[in-house]
């Protein structure tokens, strides 16, 4: 039965049924399904709204009612897992670079990660180099994700990179970037670790960069 259900709950996500999803969800938790499971079947749901997106169905006001529904049932029917201390697996800064206020990408990483127990800082969109520098400097995280949407994005996730390097805080630094910006770039022509095009993608990163981490990688 959880299959169905769960397929349900993918449909209804699809569908920007919030009460529906809401309500699958509980039942999914009240039945012990995992809530991995729960999880994943709620970014499948997401990653169809994108897709009606790209195919001229959707609009942007759907993504946004999309990331809210994520939002709504996780806070609702999911909680962080009982054996990991929320942020035990790492302490993750994001942000969206300089010049550019694309957030939704962002934002559903950013969630991922926390339901998965990183903690995450989230600087907001439009953070210039020495922001990002500063932050680093203050609050010591593990890994930096930075996201742009604009081809002008390009540039400015390398100059922040630089004003790391510069700042001589690169190093001990995993830097994972993601967005349409780099879609096409490698991550090591802008001095990053890795790149992600989904936010499985970035849970799938960090944790490896936390496992070398681990193993003195860096």
């Known amino acids: 039965m959880d299959g169905q259900d769960l397929r349900e709950l993918i449909s209804a996500m699809e569908e ?13 938790v009240q039945a012990e399904t995992s809530p991995v499971a729960i999880f ?12 009606r997106c790209d195919e001229g169905k959707y609009y942007i006001g759907d993504l946004l009612m999309a990331s809210h529904i994520l939002r709504s049932v996780m806070d609702t029917a999911l909680v962080y897992p009982e054996t990991e201390e929320k942020g035990g697996m790492g ?11 694309h957030d939704l990408g962002k934002r559903v990483v950013r969630e991922v990660l926390k339901y998965n127990g990183f903690e995450v800082i989230d600087l907001g969109v439009d953070v210039s180099p020495e922001r990002v520098a500063q932050a680093v400097g203050e609050l010591e995280p593990q890994i930096l994700v930075l996201s742009g949407t604009l081809k002008k994005s390009v540039l400015a996730i390398r100059e922040t990179v630089r004003t790391l390097e510069r700042d001589g805080l690169r190093a001990g630094l995993y830097i994972l970037v993601g967005g349409n910006a780099v879609k ?20 799938r990163l960090c944790h490896e960069f936390m496992a070398l981490r681990a193993g003195g990688a860096r």
């Open 16 to 28: 920007l049924n919030e009460m529906r999803a809401i309500t699958l969800a509980l039942e999914l």
């Open 40 to 51: 994943g079947a709620l970014l499948e749901g997401f990653r169809r709204v994108e897709e």
């Open 91 to 101: 302490r993750v800064l994001c942000c969206t670079v300089r010049g550019d206020i």
């Open 184 to 203: 096409d770039v490698s991550p090591r022509l802008l001095g990053a670790d890795g790149k992600s095009e989904t936010a499985l993608d970035s849970l």
